[in-house]
Nanobody, 127 residues
Framework: QVQLVESGGGLAQLGDSLTLSCTASGFAFSTYAMSWIRQAPGKGREWVSG????????YYATAVRGRFTISRDNTKNTMYLQMNNLKPDDTAVYYC????????????????????WGQGTQVSVSS
């Protein structure tokens, strides 16, 4: 079965950096566009960043563009999110998400387009 396991979250201060990892199994990871989606306390899920299956294209939400970098290593079935210059507004649970078949070739922005999620990793940024 599909499994997505995130790691790398933790406590950070304003301006710090963290790198999240997502290791996938149970599906053909290298053939799917993938995304990071976050959920802040008391808020809905927010798409953060996505990457094409071959890593050729990357997309970012306005709030993180220029600070976050998404990447993947298909030989390791792993996706990454390098987060620099962290802000308190980045505090959230970050999820790795696999899209449904209809969305595997593109980066979809709606959380409803994703059919499998990891357990999430908490990122907390203090000022």
């Amino acid at each position: 079965q599909v499994q997505l396991v995130e790691s790398g979250g933790g406590l950070a201060q304003l301006g710090d950096s963290l790198t999240l990892s997502c290791t996938a199994s149970g599906f053909a990871f290298s053939t799917y566009a993938m995304s990071w989606i976050r959920q802040a306390p008391g808020k809905g899920r927010e798409w953060v960043s996505g990457i094409y299956a071959d890593g050729s294209d990357t997309y970012y939400a306005t709030a993180v563009r220029g600070r976050f970098t998404i990447s993947r290593d298909n030989t390791k079935n792993t996706m990454y999110l390098q987060m620099n210059n962290l802000k308190p507004d980045d505090t959230a649970v970050y999820y790795c998400a696999k899209p449904s078949e209809e969305c595997k070739d593109y980066v979809c922005y709606s959380s409803s387009s994703y059919d499998h999620w990891g357990q999430g990793t908490q990122v907390s940024v203090s000022s």
